[in-house]
């Protein structure tokens, strides 16, 4: 197997300092790493998270992933002088085969003396917990005196908004600190213990002030000779108080301390050895093509491995997973029908993890369904660590009444439902797991087809499914959305199914899923092969949208309209019976598939990031083997 390759960032900018945060972002599934720089820009967010530590900052606010206290920063000063970065060297590059992060710089003082600066971090993929950086200073031409100050910088929030206490900071010998930090609720404790090893003869104090715990670093330096420093992190977290804080704290210590036995290379070593054995059963080459073809097949794979939480199944992948705070790092629909399907293909034990995410969290989407008057279960649309509804209540400001407002999904967007027990099936038929499917996948099923049961509406003699939401976002409250009414059916019918091949002996559940399966409305496939989206789609007026789509993604449409004008167009946002033709391929031929794509695709602006991939798997099922694809179907 050849390497996967590298990512390189081409240039220093700071304006693009978040982009490339986000996109060289380390992590192992436990903690994720924003690649931000070693020194302070104005304009850079550090970010360092936990999967599952959520918090609430406070009345009115939601639940959103902990920015926790930073420790890559350093203030690195040469004879007096702060380094930023103007520079006349520039290299930094993401190794995605062992996940480490490495920057090469020159850098020149006011009075023309020049120093190589070279770091490296990871984000060890053998011991979840564990972060190591290394910095080596090296002046070129002119002794220097270097001062380096890092540690654990605890004044990080997010966006403003603070959600952890300081408990308490220490210095432990001549080498450990520790912070202790808890959450504004009392319910969650974060540990973060590091040490800095330092080569050469140095001076060293320590200043614990202003929710910083810092270890100040000196050394003279000839010119040629190099100041290396060697820093290791180790995060512990927990949501029980099973054991007594000092306790606690000090066995994160002790793991520490074994870490530190070691060099920042033999632990590097360790991490990359595990990076290598999952490249090994999971890494697609690309034959043929250009280089970028590989490079974003390894950048995907990268990034889905580095979010996914495969250690607890009390957690799920956010919808940028540990890359920052979009989407204050809730959990979408996103993960059950983009991103599982990958790890069931790669190891099925991470796919059922993800489920079992959902079924610990039924209580609280059977208490949803209850408060709605619905039975069964409705799942959040925007979930965290316990289950419960954390999708804002308010969006952006009208721009023409000046309003917030109301953000829909939570009321009305409820396909997620039929998207988790559609994953239920997947996993099902693909490792034929007795055992799940029997416990965990029959509660799913049963509960969210208990749900459109309930959800469901007669009109006349027949049942229809009112005031949704599909996939489009940019249509909202709909009567018989496509997408939504056949998942809805292929949940109960699937339900039903399942309960009849394990004996379920419920009766009355049996007799009102095959009553609704007889009953339910699904729009019809007009004669030119087009299936209306929804009941009041296709009286909709048509706007040109080349300019929308030539800035895909950045949702320009709602500079000029408002969402109350948008819904009453034909615009979409995204895939939405282009979308359920890539969910039930089964259920439609390929030519009503190329007549959903020929109409629905000139109609979708592609402003969410799901959009395009779909699109691009219904071109390449119906074209396999045409070389001419345009860029859409290269999901690009």
């Not at 996967?4 to 960032?9: A, G, H, R, Y």
């Not at 950048?299 to 580095?306: E, G, M, N, T």
């Not at 239920?424 to 499917?437: A, K, L, N």
Request: with cysteine; hydrophobic share 40%; aromatic share 8%.
């Amino acid at each position: 197997m050849t390497r996967p390759v590298t990512l390189s960032e081409p240039h220093f900018s700071q304006h693009t300092l978040n982009k490339y945060a986000s996109l060289m972002a380390q992590g192992n599934g436990y903690l994720g790493l924003r690649a931000s720089h070693e020194e302070d820009y104005t304009r850079q967010t550090r970010g360092m998270y936990l999967t599952g530590l959520y918090h609430r900052a406070g009345k009115g606010e939601i639940n959103e992933l902990v920015n926790l206290p930073d420790v890559v920063g350093m203030e690195i000063a040469i004879n007096g002088e702060i380094i930023s970065l103007s520079r006349e060297a520039w290299q930094r590059e993401l190794n995605f085969a062992s996940g480490e992060l490495r920057r090469n710089v020159v850098w020149r003082t006011s009075n023309g003396t020049g120093y190589t600066i070279a770091s490296r971090r990871f984000v060890s993929a053998d011991q979840l917990p564990l972060i190591a950086l290394e910095i080596s200073i090296t002046p070129l031409d002119a002794n220097a005196s270097v001062l380096i100050s890092t540690g654990i910088d605890a004044t990080q929030t997010n966006h403003g908004r603070q959600h952890l206490d300081e408990t308490q900071v220490r210095v432990f010998g001549q080498h450990l600190m520790q912070g202790i930090y808890t959450t504004q609720d009392g319910r969650s404790d974060v540990a973060i213990s590091c040490c800095c090893k330092v080569s050469g003869d140095v001076q060293q104090c320590y200043t614990a002030k202003e929710r910083r715990l810092l270890q100040h670093t000196c050394a003279q330096l000839h010119a040629g000779e190099t100041l290396t420093l060697q820093k290791l992190v180790w995060i512990d977290w927990r949501d029980d108080r099973q054991a007594a804080l000092d306790e606690w704290g000090s066995a994160s210590l002790r793991q520490l301390e074994m870490c530190a036995q070691q060099s920042y290379d033999q632990l590097l070593a360790a991490s990359t050895e595990n990076w290598r054995q999952w490249w090994q059963k999971r890494r697609i080459t690309v034959n043929g093509g250009d280089a970028h073809d590989q490079q974003a097949l390894d950048y995907a794979l990268y990034h889905l491995r580095i979010m996914t939480p495969a250690h607890d199944e009390r957690s799920s992948i956010a919808a940028k997973g540990l890359t920052g705070e979009g989407y204050k790092g809730h959990v979408f629909w996103d993960t059950e029908v983009f991103l599982l399907p990958f790890h069931l293909f790669s190891d099925p034990t991470v796919a059922r993890s993800l489920l079992r995410y959902r079924w610990h969290n039924l209580p609280g989407a059977q208490e949803k369904a209850r408060r709605n008057g619905w039975q069964g279960a409705l799942f959040p649309w925007e979930s965290a660590r316990s289950g419960e509804e954390e999708t804002p209540e308010f969006a952006a400001i009208n721009i023409r009444t000046g309003l917030r407002q109301k953000v829909a999904s939570a009321q009305a967007e409820h396909h997620l439902v039929a998207d988790i027990a559609w994953a239920v099936i997947q996993y099902w038929r693909t490792t034929g797991d007795e055992s799940f499917i029997a416990h965990e996948g029959m509660a799913l099923l049963l509960e969210t087809a208990k749900f459109w049961i309930s959800r469901a509406v007669r009109v006349n003699d027949r049942l229809e499914i009112h005031d949704v939401i599909g996939p489009d976002e940019y249509t909202e409250h709909v009567n018989n959305n496509a997408f939504t009414s056949y998942m809805a059916y292929y949940n109960v019918q699937q339900a039903l199914n399942i309960a009849r091949q394990f004996g379920c002996s419920d009766d009355a559940f049996i007799h009102r899923a095959e009553m609704y399966l007889k009953e339910l409305l699904l729009p019809e496939i007009q004669p030119d092969g087009v299936l209306p989206q929804d009941d009041s789609f296709m009286a909709k007026p048509v706007i040109n949208l080349a300019k929308y789509k030539a800035a895909a993604g950045k949702q320009t449409i709602l500079l000029d309209y408002s969402r109350a004008e948008v819904n009453e167009m034909q615009i979409l946002k995204q895939a939405d019976v282009v979308m359920l033709n890539y969910m039930l391929p089964e259920q439609f031929s390929a030519a009503s598939c190329l007549a959903n794509l020929q109409f629905y695709e000139p109609r979708t602006i592609h402003d969410s990031s799901l959009s395009k991939a779909i699109h691009g798997i219904v071109c390449r099922t119906l074209w396999p083997a045409d070389p001419k694809l345009s860029v859409l179907a290269r999901g690009d």
